[in-house]
């Protein structure tokens, strides 16, 4: 990763615990002698998800055939937590004193494979 600048990043994280997002701002410079970049932080914030957002996430997280969403919904749960995620990097970015120039978030982990599967002929 080649870094030209310094520049303050934002990184939202949401696990499968589904507890709500933690928000850690950095400022990402560019290394030595083109080594590779430096990473300080400057703040970070938790933020917990309301009651029945979490419900739902934790519906797409637990598999179980009655409680399965529709596309229609994981849609839906796509677009709410985008809004989530956004209105907390805002807050945290407010409460620290910061602005981010970028923002980095992988989206909400929904399903963490700890050991290997065969699924379609295939190790997973």
Known sequence: MMVAKAMVVA???????????????CRVSPGLDGGSPRVK???????????KLR????????????????????????????????SCVERAGEELGLKAELVACHGQTVYHQSMGAKYLGSDV
């Open 55 to 86: 419900a739902e996430v934790l519906k797409v997280a637990g598999a179980r055939e009655a409680e399965v969403l529709s596309t229609a919904e994981m849609a839906r749960l796509n677009w709410r937590l985008g809004e989530v995620y956004a």
């Open 41 to 51: 932080v400057l703040g970070h914030r938790a933020f917990g998800y309301a009651k």
């Open 11 to 25: 990184g939202v994280m949401s696990g499968t615990s589904a507890d709500g997002v933690d928000v850690a701002f």
